[in-house]
């Protein structure tokens, strides 16, 4: 069975810091763009990061660059999510999600919308409060 688990949230002050990690079983990530994702209640998921499987290209959501990084080690199928200098409006439930883009160099692409992705975890909640 294929299955992405997230792992990493929790209660965090403002200004610190958490990992997530999105560890896939069932199947291996290295050919899988992983985007991760963060769904507010009464809000639509926005996607704030993802990373291509071949090189490593990233992106990030103008709302989350230069505070998160994403990365990935094959080795251990797991993708991470470093999330710092946390503020308590990123407070919500983050998800990671994977899929092979459709494309011809599919390696070097991943995916800010959610639409694109096929596989997802049961995601993780974050909160950020002291």
């Known amino acids: 069975q294929l299955q992405l688990v997230e792992s990493g949230g929790g209660l965090v002050q403002p200004g610190g810091s958490l990992r997530l990690s999105c560890a896939a079983s069932?199947?291996?990530?290295?050919?899988?763009?992983i985007g991760w994702f963060r769904q507010a209640p009464g809000k639509e998921r926005e996607g704030i990061s993802c990373?291509?499987?071949?090189?490593?290209?990233?992106y990030y959501a103008d709302s989350v660059k230069g505070r998160f990084t994403i990365s990935r080690d094959n080795a251990k199928n797991t993708v991470y999510l470093q999330m710092n200098s946390l503020k308590p409006e990123h407070t919500t439930v983050y998800y990671c999600?994977?899929?092979?883009?459709?494309?011809?160099?599919?390696?070097?692409?991943?995916?800010?919308?959610?639409?694109?992705?096929?596989?997802w975890g049961q995601g993780t909640q974050v909160t950020v409060s002291s």
């Open positions: 069932g199947f291996t990530l290295d050919y899988y763009a």
């Open positions: 990373i291509s499987s071949h090189d490593g290209s990233t």
């Open positions: 999600a994977a899929t092979i883009p459709e494309v011809f160099n599919s390696g070097y692409v991943c995916y800010a919308s959610e639409y694109y992705y096929d596989y």
